[in-house]
């Protein structure tokens, strides 16, 4: 899909600026300009998207649907069943993100939402699949819904609400007025469409510091940090190897298709597969670039219980995997 802004990011470092391609400014600078472009492309699409979602979709019913009755834990596997659908990495997910947020969606399901999210999609399935084989696949997969709802839950009951920013405190007082208006006049989508369309640049707008700062941080981990560093500190003779590879992965910043060939190399250098999963599911799950954009939607101490919540279901899931394969 995005073979073009390779090409593109290819021809821009390694002939216009002669930068070379083994070099490592070269990888980090092809990273940056490649997920730069990338996300800014999928953010401005993804917030157009949920702008006609949440002008034309009965936002309010669905909340009353998922808030009103018993749903043992139905609500957070049906959020993260659907962030499993959705071929995103951590960042680009941020828009859909405040999108149910917005729209009323409880804080908890939408971060369930937002943690499996990059964790698994299609293209993990496929790769994993590949590199380690049905079993180990079907267990990353459900592992991965079943993380995302606990953390989620557990983030839920933890009511985090006033800790979110005035920023989206005051995009969902302009959501409610937006809504109410729209509302009475019944405005068609050609109508709606400009304020659609100026809110989403407004988002983009808002955001967009922060996403340029997070991937310049991952393009200098992703360029200057060598493989070799890791399995330095993850061996299997380490019982503290699966927490160092979740704190050791949480400042890169990629997603599952980039990291998963790391991840084979690891394995095959003898780090156990738990530990591997888990360093995978820290870089995809969690990373600085991911809680650069988040600050923007989280305070500081919410974006703490955020990265600690899941960092602690990840270590969790990473001795179970060693445990289990």
């Given at each position: 899909m995005f073979?073009?802004?390779?090409?593109?990011?290819?021809?821009?470092?390694?002939?216009?600026?002669g930068i070379s391609a083994q070099s490592h400014l070269g990888e980090a600078l092809n990273f940056f300009v490649l997920d730069t472009i990338k996300i800014f492309i999928l953010l401005m699409f993804i917030t157009l998207l949920m702008g006609i979602i949440n002008s034309y979709f009965p936002i309010e019913k669905v909340r009353n649907f998922l808030t009103k009755r018993k749903w043992y834990g139905l609500d957070?596997?049906?959020?993260?069943?659907?962030g499993t659908i959705t071929p995103f990495c951590s960042c680009s997910s941020v828009p859909l993100f405040i999108g149910f947020v917005k729209g009323g969606i409880p804080l908890g399901v939408t971060l369930a939402?937002?943690?499996?999210?990059?964790?698994?999609?299609?293209v993990t399935v496929a790769m994993f699949i590949g590199m380690f084989g049905w079993k180990t696949t079907l267990i990353y997969v459900v592992s991965g819904i079943i993380l995302s709802m606990v953390a989620g839950f557990i983030l839920g009951k933890m009511k985090l609400e006033p800790l979110m920013t005035d920023w989206v405190k005051e995009l969902l007082k302009d959501k409610k007025m937006a809504d109410k208006e729209q509302d009475e006049m019944h405005l068609s989508i050609y109508q709606r469409?400009?304020?659609?369309?100026?809110e989403s640049i407004g988002i983009v707008k808002g955001v967009s510091l922060y996403i340029i700062g997070g991937i310049a941080i991952g393009g200098l981990m992703h360029g200057f940090i060598p493989t070799g560093f890791f399995e330095a500190y993850i061996s299997k003779e380490n019982p503290f190897a699966v927490p160092i590879a979740v704190l050791v992965g949480v400042p890169m910043y990629s997603n599952t298709?980039?990291?998963?060939?790391?991840?084979?190399?690891?394995?095959?250098k003898g780090i156990?597969?738990?530990?591997?999963?888990?360093?995978?599911?820290?870089?995809?799950?969690?990373?600085?670039p991911e809680g650069l954009l988040l600050k923007k939607v989280m305070s500081t101490k919410?974006?703490?219980i955020f990265f600690a919540v899941v960092a602690t279901c990840i270590i969790i899931s990473?001795?179970?995997?060693?445990?289990?394969?």
């Open positions: 073979d073009w802004l390779q090409h593109f990011a290819d021809w821009l470092i390694y002939t216009v600026l957070y596997f049906v959020a993260s069943l659907f939402f937002l943690i499996s999210s990059p964790l698994v999609d299609a469409f400009p304020a659609i369309i100026k298709a980039a990291i998963l060939p790391i991840m084979q190399v690891l394995v095959s156990p597969l738990g530990t591997a999963i888990a360093f995978s599911m820290a870089v995809v799950g969690l990373s600085i919410m974006l703490l990473g001795y179970l995997f060693n445990i289990i394969l």
